[in-house]
């Protein structure tokens, strides 16, 4: 059985160990084939897949998403380089996920009143695969 406390979470070989949670998402998109005088669908056509990743840290001061150069600054958008992310079970070293091409999309920072500051990281990638190796 994979659990939470035996999850690494790594991105750029980094271990992000602050991240309290990773959602990932493999998405093979498929449209649907319809003809006239036919009431159900012909075929499902495969015409793309997509791969997504989302995770929850802590946020720690001087250690922020651009000073681990998983998000680019402004002036570095346009040539920041592609990362790779992967999911690792601890008791193994078995390999849960391996997303590669990743870039960050999005951040999100929360704090509160009575709470400790939090930050959602949302990625987009290329391909990603499981302990199957594909």
Known sequence: MFTGP??????????IAYASNATWNENIQLEEVN???????LELAEVGYRV????????VVNKSVKQLGIMPKLQEIL???ELTCEIVDRAT??????????KLE???TSVD????ATENWSFKGIKSSDESGG
Do not use: H, N, W, Y
């Open 52 to 59: 997504d990743m989302s995770c929850q840290t802590f946020r």
């Open 79 to 81: 040539t920041q380089g």
């Open 113 to 116: 009143a009575r709470g400790v």
């Open 35 to 41: 003809v006239l005088d036919k009431v159900e669908t």
């Open 6 to 15: 035996k999850a690494i979470f790594r991105i750029a070989g980094i271990p």
């Open 93 to 102: 070293g078995t390999v849960i996920l391996l997303m590669e091409g990743v």
């Open 106 to 108: 999005s951040r999100a």
